[in-house]
Structure formats: C-alpha cells, structure tokens
C-alpha cells in the first residue's frame, strides 16, 4: 500500500508561481514512476508531467511544457512539481500519482498508475 499527500496549492494570480509537493509512502519509493495530473470542474482528469524512478526522464503536457517542472527526491521520498507563469486555465486540483507496476515508458493515462493522492486545489485568478 502506498499513500501520497500533496500539499503547495492555493490562490495565486495569473503569472505568478507555486511549487506542489507531494510525500509519499512505500520503502520502494525509489522505484516507482511518478506523475502529475489535474482535474478541473466538468472534465476529465488529464496528464500533467511524469518522471522515471531515476529523475532522469520527464515528460510534460504541451499545455505545461516549459512552465512546468516535475523533480523528485527519492531520499526524501517526495516529487514536487514547479509552476511558473500560471495561467487562469491552469485552475484545476492537481493530483500526485505512482506507479508500481514495472516498466520503462511514459505514462500518460489515468489507469496507468496505481496508487493516488486527494488532490490539492490550485486556483489562478486573471
């Protein structure tokens, strides 16, 4: 069983920045692939960024490419995801999610990952 808790969002205006952590459970920590995905009202949840067990590859929604930085600290087991230059359309709940199942691609999709945190609300005003 593996527990994630996020933490980091809030209120901020358009342009601005929040970093959003996320504290995770399991001695295998290390091995897991990790991801960000977001949810806002009335959709769907949808793919935010992910990084291998290493650290060494991400990978990032075009929505967030170069705004957004996934990064973990497998000592410490946490990933945290960076946001720079927030846009109102970025206002979604953003979940923390692993996978523990094997593997070596990017994962993208919600059933790809087996373990979910409760969310963390991220609200960008204009």
């Known amino acids: 069983q593996v527990q994630l808790v996020e933490s980091g969002g809030g209120l901020v205006q358009a342009g601005d920045s929040l970093r959003l952590s996320c504290a995770a459970s399991g001695r295998t920590f290390s091995s897991y692939v990790m991801g960000w995905f977001r949810q806002a009202p009335g959709k769907e949840r949808e793919f935010v960024a992910t990084?291998?067990?290493?650290?060494?590859?991400?990978y990032y929604a075009e929505s967030v490419k170069g705004r957004f930085t996934i990064s973990r600290d497998n000592a410490n087991r946490t990933v945290s995801l960076r946001m720079n230059s927030l846009k109102p359309e970025d206002t979604a709940v953003y979940y923390c999610a692993a996978r523990t199942r094997s593997g070596s691609s990017y994962y993208l999709r919600v059933d790809q990952y087996d373990y979910w945190g409760q969310g963390t609300q991220v609200t960008v005003s204009s």
């Open positions: 990084i291998s067990w290493s650290g060494i590859r991400t």
